[in-house]
Nanobody, 115 residues
Framework: QVHLVESGGGLVQPGGSLKLSCAAS????????MHWYRQAPGKERELVAT???????NYADSVNGRFTISRDNVYNRVYLQMNSLKPEDTARYYC?????????YGQGTQVTVSS
């Protein structure tokens, strides 16, 4: 069974940084693309960043240049380094992967950017 557990969220001032972590189990991690999504209150869940099994990266325009996704295939973790945070980055952030046609999310971690 696929299990994803996010951590690292919190309250940060505008311009600050946070690093999110997602621990994955139940999959052969190195073979799977991993994604970070976020959802703000009253808004749809949006894709923030993707890292492929080969290490290729893609970002939403809204975070490109500020966020960096990375992975550790030894410890089965995916990270999201978030710099220059803005109030509009406030959301619950979710780790995601797709296995055999099913999409899996963790419980999420809350990021609040406020002064």
């Amino acid at each position: 069974q696929v299990h994803l557990v996010e951590s690292g969220g919190g309250l940060v001032q505008p311009g600050g940084s946070l690093k999110l972590s997602c621990a994955a189990s139940g999959i052969n991690f190195r073979l799977f693309a991993m994604h970070w999504y976020r959802q703000a209150p009253g808004k749809e869940r949006e894709l923030v960043a993707t890292i492929t099994s080969a290490g290729g990266r893609n970002y939403a325009d809204s975070v490109n240049g500020r966020f960096t996704i990375s992975r550790d295939n030894v410890y089965n973790r995916v990270y999201l380094q978030m710099n220059s945070l803005k109030p509009e980055d406030t959301a619950r952030y979710y780790c995601n992967t797709i296995r055999q046609g099913s999409s899996y999310y963790g419980q999420g971690t809350q990021v609040t950017v406020s002064s």
